[in-house]
Antibody, heavy 121, light 106 residues
Framework: QVQLVQSGAEVKKPGASVKVSCRSS????????ISWVRQAPGQGLEWMGWISGYNGNTNYAQKFRDRVTMTTDTSMTTAYLELRDLRSDDTAVYYC??????????????WGQGTLVRVSS | EVIMTQSPATLSVSPGERATLSCRASQSVSNNFAWYQQKPGQAPRLVIY???TRATGMAARFSGSGSGTEFTLTISSLQSEDSAVYYCQQYNDWPLTFGQGTKVEI
């Protein structure tokens, strides 16, 4: 079955960087894209961007474009989210989510368990 | 970006009753639209995609309708396990955007 397993919780100081991993199994990694979505405490869902598992092409939300890098390691079937210059309002649960291999589809059909990133001095 | 507006913010429904959730897009998104269910402490779960296609494993009491700018999620006979926050999402245009959520209380 499809599984996305994320790395563990992180505590970072303001100005630092964080790198969250998302290991995929149960499907052909290069056939699907991965979206990254975050959720601040008690708030809604915020789409950050996505990366193709096939060729590594990315599409970032404008809000994060200057601070985010999404990468993949196809040999490890793992996607990574790096967020730099962290601020307190980056405190959130970060989710990776698979995009189904359907023409025109950009929604997410399987989600990781989430990684809590806390930014605190 | 496309703004997604959900209503109501909170919906209180008795077991067995019908629940109707709405989502409006600030511009047409065709049928490139999804609904997600999120229970406390859990990751979101896909409910509906393509505006009306039920995701694998979702109960038949969940149905979606609409196209363009107006969309509806209907839960025909509410069960206790349906208590959750429901989010809509458009994936017609970049950036992908979510609504603010509707909390369904039972």
């Amino acid at each position: 079955q499809v599984q996305l397993v994320q790395s563990g919780a992180e505590v970072k100081k303001p100005g630092a960087s964080v790198k969250v991993s998302c290991r995929s199994s149960g499907y052909t990694f290069t056939s699907n894209a991965i979206s990254w979505v975050r959720q601040a405490p008690g708030q809604g869902l915020e789409w950050m961007g996505w990366i193709s598992g096939y060729n590594g092409n990315t599409n970032y939300a404008q809000k994060f474009r200057d601070r985010v890098t999404m990468t993949t390691d196809t040999s490890m079937t793992t996607a990574y989210l790096e967020l730099r210059d962290l601020r307190s309002d980056d405190t959130a649960v970060y989710y990776c989510a698979r995009v189904p291999n359907i023409v025109g589809a950009k929604h997410s059909d399987h989600w990781g368990q989430g990684t809590l990133v806390r930014v605190s001095s | 970006e496309v703004i997604m507006t959900q209503s109501p913010a909170t919906l209180s429904v008795s077991p067995g009753e019908r629940a109707t959730l709405s989502c409006r897009a600030s511009q047409s998104v065709s049928n490139n639209f999804a609904w997600y269910q999120q229970k406390p402490g859990q990751a979101p779960r896909l409910v509906i995609y393509g505006a009306s296609t039920r995701a694998t494993g979702m109960a038949a009491r969940f149905s979606g309708s609409g196209s363009g700018t107006e969309f509806t999620l209907t839960i025909s006979s509410l069960q206790s396990e349906d208590s959750a926050v429901y989010y809509c999402q458009q994936y017609n245009d970049w950036p992908l955007t979510f609504g603010q959520g509707t909390k369904v209380e039972i």
